[in-house]
């Protein structure tokens, strides 16, 4: 039988106790400030850079490019990258299903023993991975760091988790015989990760695909493929085989060829709505040659709504509001687009709002400013169009316009409308940019019901001291994280599996106990005695 090489230059790793969520970087330590400038200058002298598909570990290239920007300063070139078409996916695809029958049999604790070298190098580079996040999609100090301490949870959890899979057992062992069960890998997936958290939500799906022994063809966004192909030669140096990752930056026609595909066995997939049930769809069609249905593993949109009651600590409750609202310019599937209050401190809630958003300050994450560009000029361009909608639907109390800089980045004011209904459109469609929507309730009864009332279950929170009312709402709330008396973003692997319900998506939990399942099958195996 034939063997994948790894690398000898590497050393086998196992997990060191208990999984613990790596710390955030404290940027307040003078010490800390001047190694991140250090490393944002680094890498700007590496602007412009060429990167290659890698497919079967060779490196090629498309006659057809994508280019790479800098959202706060459009006219500098982050990365020039390949497109890949259909002829790719089919290459892509012949290199996944021949190291797939090898890979699969790769012992579990050599797969988590490079999910742990990878972890250990992306921790030694933190302050390089989070300046190229800044300059690609746009995020401050803290967004950046937290989108690489993330990435090494992922990598850290799923790694603990492949090996408590390996060892799992039937319930009972009957009588007479000898029972085993065993969760096998499903074969070649898609992994199609989303820009607003380039590095964590790509690295982690592609993790939580290899780590159970499949392999994968990955086809980072358009607009943030620079950090999966930094990701990729992680990978690499701690000796990932060839074949096993197969990067391919490309756009709509690579990806529906790679979903359509008849060996392709699931679709691990992180974006809006429309493109997770185009992917469903067509994922659902048998094509001539398929001997499964496939597996879609789909994270979508989210419409999220914060409730806050009268018996709330009020300063608390505006504080996380605008956090969960403007935190990385509200790009978050988690943010929170719709605060939900009862009408008895309706206005001092709004007013002490008003004052606090009025204080975010807007200007260059590379100088760590609060509230920097939204990613893209498409994201822009849709989030302004909703400003202007938000102007016929609500009142308007903070922004509500584009912020200009020399460098003519896609900067927008934090915006804030009240008097919203709880039908409009800026409170029922995801706008995905620095648009909050205030919602008057005369109820908690009432609250429920508007909280509920869009097609999404991602997030939500509740603000109140009544326990009766969080008992009630951690019933009658449908999302798939729910959070009390905190923001509604900022998920932690291992402590909020985060998925969400409806058409937020399959639910899928990740950084959750059950997400490897969905990248395995389980066989039964009985023999008598």
Same mark, same amino acid.
């Given at each position: 039988?034939?063997?994948?090489?790894?690398?000898?230059?590497?050393?086998?790793?196992?997990?060191?106790?208990?999984?613990?969520?790596?710390?955030?970087?404290?940027?307040?330590?003078?010490?800390?400030?001047?190694?991140?400038?250090?490393?944002?200058?680094?890498?700007?002298?590496?602007?412009?850079?060429?990167?290659?598909?890698?497919?079967?570990?060779?490196?090629?290239?498309?006659?057809?490019?994508?280019?790479?920007?800098?959202?706060?300063?459009?006219?500098?070139?982050?990365?020039?990258?390949?497109?890949?078409?259909?002829?790719?996916?089919?290459?892509?695809?012949?290199?996944?299903?021949?190291?797939?029958?090898?890979?699969?049999?790769?012992?579990?604790?050599?797969?988590?023993?490079?999910?742990?070298?990878?972890?250990?190098?992306?921790?030694?580079?933190?302050?390089?991975?989070?300046?190229?996040?800044?300059?690609?999609?746009?995020?401050?100090?803290?967004?950046?760091?937290?989108?690489?301490?993330?990435?090494?949870?992922?990598?850290?959890?799923?790694?603990?988790?492949?090996?408590?899979?390996?060892?799992?057992?039937?319930?009972?062992?009957?009588?007479?015989?000898?029972?085993?069960?065993?969760?096998?890998?499903?074969?070649?997936?898609?992994?199609?990760?989303?820009?607003?958290?380039?590095?964590?939500?790509?690295?982690?799906?592609?993790?939580?695909?290899?780590?159970?022994?499949?392999?994968?063809?990955?086809?980072?966004?358009?607009?943030?493929?620079?950090?999966?192909?930094?990701?990729?030669?992680?990978?690499?140096?701690?000796?990932?085989?060839?074949?096993?990752?197969?990067?391919?930056?490309?756009?709509?026609?690579?990806?529906?060829?790679?979903?359509?595909?008849?060996?392709?066995?699931?679709?691990?997939?992180?974006?809006?709505?429309?493109?997770?049930?185009?992917?469903?769809?067509?994922?659902?069609?048998?094509?001539?040659?398929?001997?499964?249905?496939?597996?879609?593993?789909?994270?979508?949109?989210?419409?999220?709504?914060?409730?806050?009651?009268?018996?709330?600590?009020?300063?608390?409750?505006? %504080? @996380? =509001? &605008?956090?969960? !609202?403007?935190?990385?310019?509200?790009?978050?599937?988690?943010?929170?687009?719709? /605060? $939900?209050?009862?009408?008895?401190?309706?206005?001092?809630?709004?007013?002490?709002?008003?004052?606090?958003?009025?204080?975010?300050?807007?200007?260059?994450?590379?100088?760590?400013?609060?509230?920097?560009?939204?990613?893209?000029?498409?994201?822009?361009?849709?989030?302004?169009?909703?400003?202007?909608?938000?102007?016929?639907?609500?009142?308007?109390?903070?922004?509500?316009?584009?912020?200009?800089?020399?460098?003519?980045?896609?900067?927008?004011?934090?915006?804030?409308? %009240? @008097? =919203? &209904?709880?039908? !409009?459109?800026?409170?029922?469609?995801?706008?995905?940019?620095?648009?909050?929507? /205030? $919602?008057?309730?005369?109820?908690?009864?009432?609250?429920?019901?508007?909280?509920?009332?869009?097609?999404?279950?991602?997030?939500?929170?509740?603000?109140?001291?009544?326990?009766?009312?969080?008992?009630?709402?951690?019933?009658?709330?449908?999302?798939?994280?729910?959070?009390?008396?905190?923001?509604?973003?900022?998920?932690?692997?291992?402590?909020?599996?985060?998925?969400?319900?409806?058409?937020?998506?399959?639910?899928?939990?990740?950084?959750?106990?059950?997400?490897?399942?969905?990248?395995?099958?389980?066989?039964?195996?009985?023999?008598?005695?």
């Amino acid at each position: 039988m034939a063997t994948l090489e790894i690398s000898t230059d590497v050393s086998p790793l196992a997990p060191q106790g208990v999984f613990c969520n790596e710390p955030f970087t404290d940027f307040s330590r003078s010490d800390v400030a001047r190694s991140m400038r250090a490393a944002l200058d680094a890498v700007s002298d590496q602007f412009g850079g060429e990167y290659d598909l890698i497919i079967n570990g060779k490196r090629s290239r498309t006659e057809e490019k994508t280019i790479s920007v800098n959202p706060a300063n459009p006219s500098q070139v982050i990365g020039i990258h390949q497109s890949a078409g259909p002829q790719q996916a089919e290459e892509a695809m012949q290199a996944a299903l021949a190291a797939f029958e090898i890979w699969k049999r790769v012992p579990v604790e050599e797969r988590v023993s490079l999910l742990l070298r990878a972890s250990d190098a992306i921790r030694k580079r933190k302050f390089e991975f989070c300046a190229w996040l800044t300059y690609e999609v746009g995020k401050n100090w803290a967004e950046a760091d937290a989108d690489v301490a993330e990435t090494i949870d992922f990598l850290e959890f799923y790694a603990r988790e492949a090996l408590r899979l390996a060892s799992a057992t039937t319930p009972i062992q009957y009588p007479g015989e000898r029972n085993q069960l065993f969760y096998i890998p499903l074969g070649v997936g898609a992994v199609i990760p989303p820009w607003n958290f380039p590095f964590a939500i790509m690295a982690g799906m592609t993790a939580a695909a290899i780590v159970t022994g499949n392999t994968v063809v990955l086809k980072p966004s358009t607009f943030a493929p620079t950090i999966a192909a930094r990701f990729l030669d992680v990978l690499e140096s701690v000796g990932l085989p060839p074949g096993v990752v197969n990067l391919c930056q490309g756009g709509p026609e690579f990806g529906r060829a790679l979903t359509e595909h008849p060996k392709t066995r699931f679709i691990a997939f992180t974006g809006s709505k429309a493109v997770g049930l185009e992917i469903h769809e067509r994922a659902a069609r048998t094509q001539p040659g398929q001997i499964w249905i496939k597996r879609t593993i789909l994270e979508m949109g989210g419409k999220d709504s914060i409730l806050v009651e009268s018996d709330c600590d009020i300063d608390r409750a505006v %504080a @996380d =509001v &605008a956090s969960s !609202a403007f935190g990385f310019n509200g790009q978050k599937c988690s943010a929170c687009s719709r /605060v $939900i209050v009862d009408e008895s401190i309706y206005d001092i809630f709004l007013e002490r709002l008003q004052e606090r958003v009025s204080r975010i300050a807007v200007g260059n994450p590379v100088e760590n400013f609060a509230a920097g560009p939204v990613a893209s000029e498409p994201a822009f361009a849709k989030a302004m169009q909703y400003i202007e909608i938000g102007k016929t639907e609500g009142r308007l109390v903070n922004g509500g316009h584009a912020v200009e800089t020399p460098e003519g980045g896609y900067y927008i004011a934090p915006t804030v409308f %009240a @008097d =919203v &209904a709880p039908t !409009a459109r800026i409170a029922q469609e995801e706008i995905f940019g620095p648009v909050l929507a /205030v $919602i008057k309730s005369r109820s908690f009864d009432e609250s429920l019901a508007i909280a509920n009332n869009t097609e999404y279950g991602l997030t939500g929170s509740v603000f109140t001291a009544s326990r009766e009312k969080l008992e009630r709402a951690s019933h009658d709330f449908h999302v798939g994280n729910l959070y009390f008396n905190r923001k509604c973003t900022g998920a932690m692997v291992g402590a909020h599996p985060f998925g969400g319900f409806n058409m937020s998506g399959t639910d899928s939990k990740a950084g959750g106990p059950d997400y490897l399942l969905l990248f395995t099958q389980a066989k039964s195996v009985a023999e008598k005695l």
